[in-house]
């Protein structure tokens, strides 16, 4: 299990890129951190999820 977000996950074995996707998260609008350290963009495809992961999702979005 992956805790996303304070959220008990079954996202082990999955990278970042597919778990972001599954999720409905819009890639070009997540910063994805795991285990306290942010995962550059270009890493989301081949960083995989372990079981006992800590990861947070922060979404950007726009407004005024």
Known sequence: ???V???E???AGKTVA???????FNVA???VEINE???PKGKYAETTLR???SVEIVCFM???
């Open 18 to 24: 597919e778990y972001v996707e599954s999720a409905g």
């Open 29 to 31: 609008r997540v910063v």
């Open 1 to 3: 299990m992956v805790k």
């Open 51 to 53: 079981d006992g992961d």
């Open 37 to 39: 350290t942010i995962v």
């Open 62 to 64: 726009g407004g005024g």
């Open 9 to 11: 996950k079954d996202a």
């Open 5 to 7: 977000n304070g959220e």
